[in-house]
């Protein structure tokens, strides 16, 4: 999830990863014109005159985020179970974009319920990749599933404060991916999403409880 070299990046570019880079820092409310234009090395002019507003900037950092989400994501689980994945984690370079997420997923506005329905609906089509590259086990309800762990991945986020207070990891770090406290939340992370935390026994009996639970609403709404 490698970011743009910065010689690369073209001013419009440059604007929004600063944009991002302020939010992370600052928080919504408090990321300007000023700030952004300031961070990105151009005037405030420039910076409406690439997006117009800042709620269209804010939209391409929506934008930008869920497809490099998107993408890295994809690529990964195309390597299959074969992975290296050390390699892959260490590579996912998400800089600002954790602090990001963290400062604008607690809002209640149309911009972020645009960006969480793009990144469910996006986890939906790669966990369905895994499956097919034998990474993960098939589910009964498909979006269901990537809905569930979309939510979880967000809401730790939102919660990163407690995370680092209590894990000593902070997943907001522009460096967390190359930090050794990584293990301390990965490594329970994949524990529970790979081998699970209840016996087969009681998680077919709660299968069949949620499954009689849907019928009997299904029942009802007829």
């Not at 999830?1 to 939010?23: F, Q, Y």
């Not at 907001?172 to 930090?179: R, V």
């Amino acid at each position: 999830m490698s970011t743009i070299p910065s010689d690369d990046r073209t001013t419009k570019a440059r604007i929004r990863d600063a944009a991002i880079e302020c939010v992370a820092k600052y928080g919504v409310a408090s990321t300007t014109v000023r700030k952004v234009a300031l961070a990105a090395d151009v005037s405030p002019g420039s910076v409406i005159h690439h997006f117009g507003s800042m709620e269209e900037l804010r939209v391409a950092c929506d934008t930008y985020i869920a497809a490099s989400i998107r993408e890295y994501k994809r690529s990964t689980i195309a390597q299959g179970s074969g992975i290296d994945l050390t390699a892959a984690i260490q590579n996912s370079d998400i800089g600002s974009m954790g602090g990001y997420l963290a400062q604008v997923l607690s809002e209640d506005s149309p911009t972020v319920t645009k960006l969480v329905d793009d990144l469910v609906g996006d986890a939906e089509v790669y966990m369905e990749q895994a499956v097919e590259t034998g990474m993960a086990r098939p589910a009964d309800d498909p979006r269901g599933r990537a809905a569930v762990l979309m939510l979880w991945s967000l809401g730790a986020l939102v919660m990163h404060k407690h995370k680092q207070r209590i894990l000593g990891f902070d997943i907001t770090d522009p460096e967390a991916a190359a930090s050794s406290a990584l293990v301390a939340y990965a490594a329970p992370a994949y524990e529970i999403l790979g081998e699970g935390i209840f016996t087969p026994s009681f998680s077919e009996k709660a299968r069949e409880a949620f499954s009689a639970m849907g019928e009997k609403d299904r029942d009802h709404k007829k």
